[in-house]
């Protein structure tokens, strides 16, 4: 019911903007809906991350060609046929589109998956970044592959956008990508509730057990690596809705960068974590966005810090800070306090 709460409260947002104290993120105004969106954007795709590295332990690092996926797939497939050269596609609609994108990001991501399922540590981290880093390379190439891809080769592809009836572009992109994040959202809590969550929790604290325990390691990293490259490719079909125009220098190794901090300083691992950390990326980066050395200098450190001081990320702050001593003493004291007043 929480959860439910949060996400109407965040459909409500654009209506009721009490946001204005904070210029990047003012639901009154279109930047403030345009960066709201990139933070759910982020998040989903950040929530699929999450389950695959989080839970299962399997550093599969492929989501920033699977987030390229998505955005380009979409952008090609719902893109007019007779359109000039920049803007052409196949004429589908949008919402046909998206689960075929989705869908194939998921069987790739599965195909790919089982060679990489039984590779460990450095070994896997590198096979899953080098499938990333192809089909990125498969978008820039275009016409000298196969023209039929349509993906205006490292010019950039200009992305049409789906209206939401009775809402302008920046709103439908708001809802679009909102709606992204509460279904991968509630994926997530029905999963890790149930029996897959648990066996996943299994396979990256006790994978060498598993096996005597009957239990298939290697067919629950799959069901991961599927269901995180379907939220990365939903994820970029969403943030290339709210940027209008895809190129790919945007989906190299820096947007895995930006995804691996959104994941670790917002909280491996925990429900709310991608949300808070995409909140702390998109805020950072729009703050810093004339200073790009300064936005990676700092990014740098806050993943270091979050690595040694916080390896739970900013998710679990709060419940570090009411269980810490000083707070416990605090309360300890007001308690003597009233309890003497009375």
Not at 39 to 46: E, K, N, P, R, T
Request: charge should be positive.
């Amino acid at each position: 019911m929480t959860t439910i709460g949060v996400f109407v409260f965040l459909a409500l947002l654009p209506w009721i903007p009490i946001l204005g104290w904070t210029d990047i993120f003012d639901s009154g105004n279109n930047f403030g809906r345009g960066n709201l969106a990139f933070v759910f954007a982020y998040g989903a795709a950040a929530v699929g991350f999450n389950l695959l590295v989080g839970y299962s332990g399997t550093l599969g690092l492929a989501v920033a060609g699977l987030f390229a996926l998505g955005a380009y797939g979409t952008a090609v497939l719902s893109a007019p046929s007779d359109a000039r050269e920049a803007l052409s596609g196949y004429d589908w609609p949008f919402f046909l589109a998206l689960p075929v994108v989705c869908i194939a990001a998921a069987i790739i991501g599965v195909l790919v998956g089982f060679p990489a399922a039984r590779l460990k540590g450095f070994f896997l981290a590198i096979a899953t970044l080098a499938l990333g880093e192809l089909i990125v390379t498969i978008i820039r190439l275009d016409d000298d592959v196969w023209s039929g891809l349509k993906t205006n080769g490292g010019t950039g592809k200009q992305v049409p956008q789906f209206l939401v009836p009775g809402l302008d572009r920046i709103l439908s992109a708001y809802m679009l990508s909102l709606g992204a994040l509460f279904l991968m959202m509630l994926a997530y809590i029905v999963l890790t509730n149930r029996r897959l969550g648990r066996t996943l929790k299994a396979v990256r604290d006790i994978d060498i057990a598993t096996g005597p325990l009957g239990i298939s390691s290697t067919y629950y990293k799959l069901v991961a690596f599927g269901l995180s490259a379907f939220a990365a490719a939903l994820a970029g079909a969403m943030w290339a809705q709210n940027s209008s125009f895809a190129n790919p220098s945007t989906f190299r190794t820096r947007l895995l960068v930006f995804l691996l901090v959104v994941l670790i300083v917002g909280g491996l691992g925990r429900k709310w974590g991608p949300l808070i950390g995409a909140i702390f990326f998109v805020f950072l980066r729009q703050k810093l966005q004339d200073t790009q050395k300064l936005l990676f200098l700092i990014l740098g450190i806050a993943l270091i810090l979050a690595v040694l001081v916080l390896p739970n990320g900013i998710a679990v702050l709060p419940k570090q800070i009411r269980d810490s001593r000083w707070v416990k003493d605090l309360q300890r004291r007001l308690e003597s306090l009233l309890d003497f007043s009375t």
